[in-house]
């Protein structure tokens, strides 16, 4: 399967500290997404790239920015962390032209806790 | 925007028991529809997907889902699950084009021996 691995696995950090999420994949996909998963929420899209220095936001996009300077990195920054950011991360990497059949292949979270 | 709404948050069932998980979606012209599962402490896995075509689906570890249209329906069903079926599974659907994917909320299913 692909591979998309996500750093760090676990973290807990204050209120008010900046954070980043890594997100990287072998398999030189070009769309890659970040999603947040909270319970009675589903997966919800937080931003999304359509290629190297392209990104756009997605539904829940407020108090987060990414980055993408290769193709196989993406990166995503809370400037200030909040309590409401507590949540786990998913990142997601999709191959071919990004027209929306192909599917999504997931990381294995992040759990990030901000107290 | 598209929008998606599985009606169960919670199925309970016992083992090599029938399952369906229901699975709405808002109205387009054309969509795409997807199942993913999460297995406990593990990112999201392709189940089925629905483009075009045959409206019965069939997908990995013997479950399917039937699209219909009239009803914007995009319900999961497996006739006999296994204690390994135990998992969360997400809806979701994209209009036919260059838009991202829209999950529902998730539904637990929770197989018994």
């Known amino acids: 399967d692909a591979g998309i691995t996500q750093s760090p696995r676990h973290k807990v950090t204050e209120t008010g500290t900046p954070v980043t999420l890594r997100c990287h994949q072998t398999e030189n996909h070009r769309y890659m997404y970040w999603y947040r998963q909270d319970p009675g929420h589903g997966l919800r899209l937080i931003h999304y790239s359509y290629g190297v220095k392209d990104t756009d936001k997605g539904e829940v996009s407020d108090g987060y920015s990414v980055s993408r300077s290769k193709t196989e990195d993406f990166l995503l920054t809370l400037e200030s962390a909040t309590s409401s950011q507590t949540s786990v991360y998913f990142c997601?990497?999709?191959?071919?032209?990004?027209?929306?059949?192909?599917?999504?292949?997931f990381g294995s979270g992040t759990q990030l806790s901000v107290l | 925007a598209q929008s998606v709404t599985q009606l169960d948050s919670q199925v309970p069932v016992f083992e090599e028991a029938p399952v369906e998980l229901r699975c709405n979606y808002s109205?387009?012209?054309?969509?795409?529809l997807f199942w993913y599962v999460q297995y406990p402490n593990q990112g999201l896995q392709l189940l089925l997907k629905?483009?075009?075509?045959?409206?019965l689906v069939k997908g990995i570890n013997g479950f399917e889902a039937e699209f219909n249209k009239s009803q914007t329906s995009f319900h999961l069903r497996k006739p006999s699950v296994h204690i390994s079926d135990t998992a969360e599974y997400f809806c979701?659907?994209?209009?036919?084009?260059?838009?991202?994917?829209?999950f529902g909320k998730g539904t637990m299913l929770l197989v018994s021996p």
């Open positions: 629905y483009l075009s075509g045959s409206t």
């Open positions: 109205s387009s012209v054309s969509v795409y």
């Open positions: 997601a990497s999709q191959a071919g032209t990004g027209v929306t059949n192909e599917k999504l292949f």
């Open positions: 979701a659907v994209s209009d036919s084009g260059y838009s991202t994917l829209t």
